[in-house]
């Protein structure tokens, strides 16, 4: 049977009825598409189209003379084979991606540089600063008319300090903060605040300062006050009242520019590292759901720009590779970091191939050994970590039965874990402090010990109730048991420390003392971690109390206290069940445990319907911690000898040890009772 014969001219001049002279792309396609622009021009877009149609007619000359040579796919990795993304790079030993221009990737492209154009948007990213109309200033009129958004600039204008003051907060910020995100470039954002006051004499009104770039100020200047501790506040001048409405302020004011400026319209790399440096300040002061959504928009906005197309970092990286390298590895390090919750991430791994920054300080282009601290180390270790959850969860989600879940839960703890030892930098080790090395490693180390601790318990968070009933998932009830401890004993010692108040202290403690909680509803009174943890819950009530400003801790105490008093009612009925039944066999005390435990939909309704004073929005990352037995262990800042800490070399039961208790065949929402304590004192559905 004969076949029919291929098609040669285009699908445009078969609809016109026209004489297609079978190039690629024909003349016609491009006398229509191109020096005839379908859209209105605006703000230079005619010298736009200029520079595309030469490019263009580069593009079907070098087509013409070479063939329209399409390239290969780039090789997927084998089945059941471990990929690793080009973020961690070789300096850590793990694999490295190819990242070689392709031979005729810009032929290719295009048919879609003609179309973005159409969309009005640009398809390589190379091109977007060079070509894409400035970012809204100051004067211009946003969204809801000039008039309105003058008013409502002049009003933030008179929120910023004076210039001292806000020079104190931005160099705090430098020293003390920006090594734990890394969100932005210090010595480019130092010169930009010179030229702020140097030339526009500190005023946002100014007809040549971007409010994208006023956006980023603000959210520096929310993070330092917002975790800046009381005594350090009232050096710079600010007192209690007034550091916490400013905190909300500026946060506001961050919002406010970014909106001003069009950011979802006109990218730029100031709104994306305004929202990542957004986060410290975001969770503490009660502002997790909104935060959750810019970030998600900073993320679009950051493969808008390219930043998840930047390859390996060059020799000679310029000013906008170490920006946008930088500020996409914290949105793929918080991307990551809120699996849990929403069940699904945005960044694909296989989808870039952006290596993580190096390790070098901001005043230095060279790079460092990973054993040596910069304002990077922290960030870049914190990716690998992060970059294990979105490989657990498409393991989970592409297993089918408890068992297999598990199976995947305990292999990814062991990989956490091996993380945790093999490729940890010495610095952040339990080793001795150089005084060479900058001043806040020992912060670094205890929020290490703190995050680290909680991610290993994400691992295991969708089998923690069901660790509680069935013996089968009791390695999650020894890890999250021991994470508790943990993250109570560190949040301990980080309060009695001048450093910065970061947002995961009271978030990760609050998380902790949940898990202890519903321990202690499992286990009769005259066990002795009955006690042991409710008195550590009980302590940790009163250290959350001093957080004046964090929406979670707030609200954590709230939760915890009414918990505890749960508990109490639970014992005192069961005490009377007791009395009025003299035979308590061993099978009815297993009874009394089930009728003993929290009935969460009373709780949660009861919870709600004395929560008369919601926080201002929810929280988001409240989760778990660290790992071993039920005894505290500390697998980051005590590295002891051999022997004497067997709580990380815990033995992951073989199949045969599955096979001695059968499997629930409930379903899978263990954890169901966990998360919703979590989303409670987080805020969530406010």
């Not at 008319?145 to 705090?172: I, K, Y």
Request: with cysteine; glycine share 6%; hydrophobic share 35%.
């Amino acid at each position: 049977m004969a076949t029919a014969r291929r098609r040669l001219a285009c699908a445009d001049c078969t609809r016109r009825k026209i004489k297609c002279d079978k190039e690629i792309p024909c003349s016609n396609c491009i006398k229509s598409y191109v020096f005839t622009p379908p859209l209105e021009v605006h703000h230079g877009e005619s010298a736009v189209v200029e520079t595309l149609s030469k490019r263009i007619a580069e593009l079907e000359a070098r087509l013409n003379s070479t063939g329209a040579m399409r390239p290969s796919m780039p090789a997927m990795p084998a089945p059941g084979s471990r990929y690793v993304p080009p973020l961690a790079s070789s300096s850590s030993g793990l694999a490295h991606t190819d990242t070689r221009p392709r031979q005729g990737s810009e032929i290719e492209d295009a048919a879609s540089i003609l179309e973005f154009l159409a969309w009005g948007r640009m398809k390589n990213p190379d091109h977007h600063e060079a070509i894409q109309p400035k970012s809204p200033a100051a004067g211009a009129p946003g969204a809801g008319g000039a008039e309105n958004a003058m008013s409502e600039l002049q009003v933030l204008q008179l929120h910023l300090p004076d210039r001292r003051q806000v020079c104190q907060l931005v160099d705090w910020h430098l020293e003390s903060l920006l090594w734990y995100h890394g969100s932005f470039h210090a010595p480019t954002f130092r010169s930009q605040l010179q030229e702020f006051y140097d030339t526009h004499n500190g005023s946002i009104l100014s007809s040549g300062i971007s409010l994208q770039w006023a956006a980023l100020l603000f959210s520096v200047l929310a993070g330092s006050l917002t975790c800046a501790n009381r005594q350090i506040a009232q050096t710079w001048g600010f007192m209690d009242t007034e550091q916490d409405t400013l905190s909300h302020r500026w946060y506001q004011g961050t919002i406010t520019c970014l909106y001003r400026g069009e950011y979802m319209a006109h990218y730029s790399l100031d709104s994306v590292e305004a929202i990542a440096t957004l986060t410290i300040s975001a969770h503490m002061i009660g502002y997790s759901n909104q935060q959750s959504i810019l970030l998600a928009s900073a993320i679009k906005i950051s493969q808008s720009l390219g930043l998840h197309r930047l390859g390996p970092e060059p020799a000679h990286a310029s000013k906008r590779d170490f920006r946008g390298r930088r500020v996409w590895a914290q949105l793929c390090t918080q991307d990551w970091f809120s699996i849990p919750f929403s069940e699904s991430y945005l960044i694909q791994p296989l989808h870039s191939n952006t290596e993580k920054p190096g390790n070098r300080n901001d005043d230095s282009a060279a790079i460092i050994p990973d054993s040596q601290p910069t304002i990077l180390s922290y960030p870049r270790y914190l990716l690998e970590v992060a970059y294990v959850m979105p490989q657990l969860q498409d393991a989970v989600g592409a297993s089918n039965t408890l068992y297999t879940k598990y199976e995947q839960v305990l292999r990814y703890d062991k990989q956490m874990r091996a993380l945790a030892t093999a490729h940890r930098p010495q610095f952040l080790s339990n080793v001795q402090i150089d005084p060479a090395w900058p001043h806040y490693v020992p912060w670094a180390r205890r929020a290490l010990a703190i995050s680290y601790s909680h991610k290993i318990c994400m691992i295991h968070r969708a089998f923690l109730g069901l660790s509680f009933t069935n013996p089968a998932f009791s390695i999650t009830r020894r890890t999250c048991i021991a994470a508790a401890k943990t993250i109570l004993k560190e949040h301990t010692q980080a309060v009695e420390e001048d450093g910065p108040v970061l947002w995961i202290y009271p978030a990760f403690s609050v998380a902790a003392c949940i898990i202890l909680c519903l321990d202690v509803f499992h286990r009769t009174p005259e066990e002795p971690e009955t006690s042991e943890h409710k008195l550590l819950v009980e302590e940790s009530i009163e250290m959350l109390k001093q957080y004046n400003q964090s929406a979670i801790a707030a609200r954590g105490v709230k939760l915890l206290s009414e918990l505890l008093e749960a508990i109490d009612r639970s014992r005192a009925n069961s005490q009377k069940r007791r009395a009025g039944s003299p035979s308590h066999d061993e099978s009815n005390g297993s009874a009394e445990k089930r009728r003993r435990f929290l009935d969460m939909p009373k709780f949660v309704k009861s919870f709600w319907g004395r929560d008369s004073q919601p926080s201002a929005s929810g929280n988001e990352e409240l989760q778990l911690v660290d790992s071993g037995d039920d005894a505290v262990i500390d697998p980051l800042l005590r590295d002891a000898p051999p022997g004497d800490n067997d709580e990380l070399r815990l033995d992951f039961p073989s199949e045969d040890l599955y096979g001695t208790f059968p499997l629930s065949q409930a379903p899978f929402d263990g954890a169901s009772t966990f998360e919703q304590l979590l989303f409670l004192a987080g805020g969530f559905g406010d």
